[in-house]
T-cell receptor, first 114, second 111 residues
Framework: DADVTQTPRNRITKTGKRIMLECSQT?????MYWYRQDPGLGLRLIYY???????NKGEISDGYSVSRQAQAKFSLSLESAIPNQTALYFC?????????????FGPGTRLTVL | DQQVKQNSPSLSVQEGRISILNCDYT??????FLWYKKYPAEGPTFLIS?????DKNEDGRFTVFLNKSAKHLSLHIVPSQPGDSAVYFC??????????FGAGTTVTVRA
């Protein structure tokens, strides 16, 4: 079974709709992240959380919100989707110790906003 | 402004030859660097990393070189294999548990 799972894997929605992307992990990591990938721009950080009570904005948080429901769950919401939010979204986790910089990624959610 | 730059969007190499991927960074606070590999329809997976206290790290066919004075790192893959065809991302960290990524380089290994 995958350590980091994302649902849905693909989603097509319309402008103005609210949508939630979910992430779950079984790695026992405290730190979780949401990224989007766009062609030519790589992965950009949207939000991150270092524990259940800690939520931080990343470099491109406008138009997004997050919820850390438990250590293992971190969801990303688009309150009113717009076409330029069409992208590939990744959730990631990281732990502590020697390899604390290494992040483990989910398989991604391909979101299309029409 | 991107702090990590991969200026070559793509690289084509013949099977068995060396692949060299380059990465430049601008933030002098970065002290840990990673390379990730990504196949279509999958998330990025960790490949190899290097701390700023080293200038080279090797893991099998993969070697990462770091030149701190030039703020430059490179990934060497020797010999290149068809399964190495993927997108490679360079990433950097400044001890804040966050990663800054480059735009990626698509490697195609020709038979």
């Amino acid at each position: 079974d995958a350590d980091v799972t994302q649902t849905p894997r693909n989603r097509i929605t319309k402008t103005g709709k609210r949508i939630m992307l979910e992430c779950s992990q079984t790695k026992g990591h405290d730190r979780m992240y949401w990224y989007r990938q766009d062609p030519g721009l790589g992965l950009r950080l949207i939000y991150y959380s270092f524990d259940v009570k800690d939520i931080n904005k990343g470099e491109i948080s406008d138009g997004y919100s997050v919820s850390r429901q438990a250590q293992a769950k971190f969801s990303l919401s688009l309150e009113s989707a717009i076409p330029n939010q069409t992208a590939l979204y990744f959730c990631a986790t990281s732990g502590v110790g020697r390899d604390y910089n290494e992040q483990f990624f989910g398989p991604g959610t391909r979101l299309t906003v029409l | 402004d991107q702090q990590v730059k991969q200026n070559s969007p793509s690289l084509s190499v013949q099977e068995g030859r060396i692949s060299i991927l380059n990465c430049d960074y601008t933030n002098s606070m970065f002290d840990y660097f990673l390379w990730y590999k990504k196949y279509p329809a999958e998330g990025p997976t960790f490949l190899i990393s290097i701390s700023s206290i080293k200038d080279k790290n090797e893991d099998g066919r993969f070697t990462v070189f770091l030149n701190k004075s030039a703020k430059h790192l490179s990934l060497h893959i020797v010999p290149s294999q068809p399964g190495d065809s993927a997108v490679y991302f360079c990433a950097a960290s400044a001890r804040d548990y966050k990663l800054s990524f480059g735009a990626g380089t698509t490697v195609t290994v020709r038979a």
